[in-house]
């Protein structure tokens, strides 16, 4: 087994000027923090890394596994051609919320609808990352660009706080088809926020999950299930 060691401010060197750009979008300050970068390294992670390694599965520390992280590898063989990122879906009205003005102007929209035929947004508590494709994917790259970002931002009234998960989430309702939708067994989240601030009637069709829990999420801090 080799651990390999990376340090985050060599990491957040490399990583401000390919995400700088983004940080003003999706950044919970209101300036383009150097610190900020960190929470954006999943997005330019296929930049940093070496070029052998071709897969990365990122996760966030408030996770509980119920079964071998093992298995979350073979999911990347269920990626469709063109996926690049495997990604679990949010499972609050948080992008119903975000998305509200471009909701008003389309009301047909799927934008912000609850699953499982609305585009929710994505939470980025378990990411498959399959850098190789990242790195091969002409539209990805693209999306990376500052005045792609910026037109993208323009056109959905896009104004976020969470990062990485705020990128994939809007890059997601563009272009769908550069994400591996994960099951939402793969990241239970359980964070309940959202119900008790104005979408309590809506709620349950974003957090409803049917299945044997895989990995349980504590988002906002919010206690995980004992065995």
């Keep these: 087994c080799q651990v390999i060691v990376h340090d985050v401010n060599e990491l957040t060197e490399k990583l401000f000027p ?37 897969r990365i599965i990122q996760v966030d520390l408030d996770l509980k596994y119920k079964t071998n992280i093992r298995d979350l590898f073979d999911e990347f063989d269920n990626f469709p051609e063109g996926a690049v990122i495997g990604i679990a879906r949010e499972m609050q009205p948080v992008y119903r919320h975000t998305f509200w003005q471009y909701r008003r102007e389309n009301p047909q929209t799927k934008v912000g609808e609850p699953p499982p035929d609305g585009l ?3 939470n980025s508590g378990v990411l498959l990352l399959n850098l190789a494709a990242m790195r091969q994917s002409k ?42 939708v994960l099951d939402c067994t793969w990241n239970r989240q359980l964070c309940t926020w959202w119900r008790d601030h104005g979408y309590s009637e809506v709620f349950d069709q974003y957090f409803q999950c049917e299945g044997e829990v895989k990995i349980y999420h504590g988002n906002c801090n919010t206690p995980i299930p004992e065995d």
């Design 18 to 54: 390919i995400v700088e750009a983004m940080q003003k979008h999706f950044s919970a300050g209101s300036g383009t923090y150097y610190s900020d970068s960190i929470f954006f390294l999943s997005v330019a992670m296929h930049r940093i890394m070496p070029k052998e390694i071709t």
């Design 120 to 122: 929710p947004g994505f």
């Design 139 to 180: 539209l990805y790259n693209q999306l990376l660009e500052p005045t792609v970002v910026q037109k993208l931002t323009e056109k959905y009234h896009f104004k976020g706080h969470l990062g990485d998960q705020d990128f994939f989430t809007m890059v997601g309702m563009e272009h769908p088809e550069l994400f591996h």
